[in-house]
């Protein structure tokens, strides 16, 4: 017989047909879970922990996105091998640059919403959707942000409809703009794109776009002391993701390795690049 106390139940709302976003889900079923939450704070905070510099590039079949190691609070080094690129789902990757206890928040939420979508509706959002319930994630963000605890992140697939890589890349505020060939965010954009800039080519193979990622990276850890280079003696590596007909793919230490080093040995012969 039903248990009349109604004890051992789920609650109402989970038994509640819905939505197809998790986000929306748990905006009713636990709204004080979501990263914007939170609620006004004492004070603006000032001293959290940064990830930092995120570059993602396009070509011909795909893209490739990387990002720096390092997590700063204040001036010092607050962690050296943070993982901010990660996989979204099967054909899309995402970043982020920002206070690092939320981003990390922000991208677990993401991966849930696009899981959950599948589940519920079997099958999978277009690339544009993707995008678009990311800039609504971010955008629930926002009153944190204008409290300190900002973050901004770079999203970049595979359009199985188009056959071709694309960027998405957003403002505090959720603003959402398509990035046709490459782009950067975090405190070392500015160096990383302007090295960009200079090796771009429409017709790069996934191999140069894993080269010129890493030399991004290397060009903005060399002006940006909040920006992370390689650290040959600890192991550790720019984290890098490709994103191809074939899926989302994150290359190992062992392939990014090299690539690291052949930098290195041409930046001692030419160290300005």
């Known amino acids: 017989m039903p248990d009349p106390s ?6 109402a709302v989970f038994m509640t047909p819905g939505t197809s976003s998790f986000t929306d889900f748990l905006s009713v079923a636990a709204p004080e879970l979501l990263p914007g939450a939170r609620g006004p704070l004492p004070a603006p905070v000032t001293d959290a922990a ?19 190691r390092r997590a700063t609070q204040g001036h010092m080094i607050a962690q ?12 899309s990757c995402v970043g982020y640059a920002g206070t690092a206890g939320v981003g990390a928040e922000l991208i677990r939420l993401f991966q849930v919403e696009l899981e959950h979508y599948e589940k ?13 319930r990311l800039a609504f ?17 770079l999203f970049a697939g595979f359009d199985t409809e188009t056959g071709q890589g694309r960027i998405f890349s ?35 193979s996934a191999d140069d776009a894993v080269r010129i990622s890493i030399e991004a990276l290397y060009d903005a850890a ?26 989302y793919r994150r290359l190992t230490d062992d392939e990014v390795g090299p690539v690291v080093e052949s930098l290195i040995d041409a930046r001692a012969q030419n160290p300005g690049g």
Request: hydrophobic letters at 40%; aromatic letters at 6%; a negative charge.
């Open 6 to 11: 109604g004890v051992g139940r789920l609650p």
């Open 50 to 68: 940064h990830g930092t510099t995120i570059v993602a590039v396009t070509f011909p079949g795909g893209v490739i996105m990387a990002g720096d």
């Open 80 to 91: 050296r091998d943070v993982e901010k690129v990660h996989h979204a789902d099967e054909f």
């Open 120 to 132: 519920i509706e079997g099958s999978t959002l277009s690339l544009d959707a993707k995008a678009n």
């Open 137 to 153: 994630m971010v955008k629930g963000n926002l009153p944190m942000a204008m409290q300190g605890l900002a973050v901004i992140p």
């Open 170 to 204: 957003y403002d505090v505020a959720a603003a959402k703009s398509e990035e046709r060939t490459y782009e950067s965010i975090g405190s070392g954009s500015v160096f990383a794109r302007g090295s960009l800039k200079k090796r771009f080519r429409p017709d790069l």
């Open 222 to 247: 060399d002006d940006d002391s909040a920006t992370g280079g390689p650290d040959l003696i600890r192991k550790l590596y720019p984290i890098v993701a490709s994103v191809t007909a074939d899926g």
